[in-house]
């Protein structure tokens, strides 16, 4: 493990918090004894959404930018983003790695985690609608950003524009959450 | 008609649309005329773009679901035709990818990073391919399609 990788792992905790209690079941605080939204709650501009981001897209030595195609829709494949692309409420999760639990745990290690605030994506005109999911809590989506639109060249070339900033924003360093290959 | 983007010495070539031309000029020429943001200034072109060739043999062994949630992997003669594009703009002097990846939709991304703009080409076919430009702080990216002979 690396120094950076240790680093980072430290600062994950730093940046949202232990869970506390057993990690089984509903977990109602995450660290300093804040206490965990519900899915139900509106989402407000003082929170921060997670996304995860796969290895090779990740920043790196010698390209310290997250690929702005981690924040394009899916537009083929098993499950293409047709209603937006997916962020998770850390508001609403007692440890920013539950974003991992959609994921075999084998695989884990190629997924980093990055985190946006709402604000930001609200600058973007970007907007959010929560879907739950049974597997994570706080699964929200970003309409704007889905298959149907990125398909088309003419909205492409406002959202790509887009995809980029997110990109930029989310390579900064207080928003690396977890760096691939940090063990959970 | 197309207008023939640049002289191809390698096996493809690519052509750029009439419909989004720059005026007989390669869109990517500042690319070739200036140094990425994190240059390699002191790597070897040839060692850079290698690498990046490297990469995309590497993406030939994909399969399907390659990560887990249900990408589509780029077929090999996808692949054969980054590689093509990749020599072309290695034979053209265009400084080498700051990253090559494959999209969870089944193509291949080359990036650059510059202090002007991101610049992205994504091979969506053997012979078909999108480049992208966003300059730092654009509302609106410039995409440009091309085709190319197998």
Redesign the interface.
């Known amino acids: 493990m690396s120094g950076a990788e240790g680093r980072g792992r430290s600062h994950d905790r730093q940046l949202l918090g232990q869970s506390v209690g057993s990690g089984k079941g509903t977990r109602r605080r995450q660290h300093n004894g804040v206490t965990m939204k519900s899915e139900a709650d509106p989402i407000t501009d003082d929170e921060w959404l997670l996304r995860r981001v796969?290895v090779?897209?990740f920043r790196t030595e010698?390209?310290?930018?997250i690929?702005?195609?981690a924040f394009?829709p899916?537009?083929?494949?098993?499950?293409p983003d047709t209603d937006g692309i997916s962020f998770y409420r850390a508001a609403c999760l007692a440890n920013p790695e539950d974003v991992l639990a959609t994921?075999?745990p084998q695989?884990w290690q190629?997924y980093g985690i990055v985190r946006l605030s709402v604000s930001f994506l609200k600058s973007l005109k970007l907007s959010l609608v929560s879907k739950p999911d049974d597997r994570v809590r706080g699964h929200v989506v970003i309409p704007e950003l889905n298959a149907n639109d990125y398909g088309s060249?003419e909205k492409?070339?406002?959202l790509?524009?887009i995809v980029?900033k997110l990109a930029e924003q989310a390579s900064k360093d207080e928003n690396i959450v977890r760096r691939p290959g940090s063990e959970q | 008609m197309s207008t023939v983007l640049r002289s191809a010495r390698g096996a493809s070539a690519f052509t750029q649309d009439d419909s989004s031309r720059s005026r007989g000029r390669a869109p990517t020429a500042p690319l070739a005329a200036g140094a990425s943001v994190?240059s390699?200034a002191a790597d070897d072109p040839r060692q850079a773009w290698s690498q990046v060739i490297d990469e995309l043999l590497r993406m030939r062994l994909l399969k399907?679901?390659w990560?887990?949630?249900?990408?589509?992997a780029p077929h090999p003669s996808l692949v054969d035709g980054a590689i093509s594009l990749a020599r072309d703009l290695q034979a053209n002097g265009t400084p080498a990818a700051?990253?090559v990846?494959?999209?969870?939709?089944?193509t291949i991304?080359f990036?650059w990073?510059t202090p002007l703009a991101?610049w992205?080409i994504e091979v969506i076919s053997p012979v078909e391919a999108?480049l992208?430009r966003?300059p730092k702080g654009?509302?609106?990216?410039?995409?440009v399609?091309f085709s190319g002979s197998p």
């Open positions: 796969r090779e897209m010698k390209t310290p930018l690929s702005p195609k394009e899916r537009v083929s494949g098993r499950e994921i075999a695989r190629e060249d492409k070339r406002v790509k524009a980029v | 994190w390699r399907d679901d990560d887990g949630e249900g990408a589509l700051d990253r990846l494959a999209s969870p939709n089944g991304c990036e990073f991101y992205e999108k992208c966003v654009a509302d609106e990216a410039m995409i399609n």
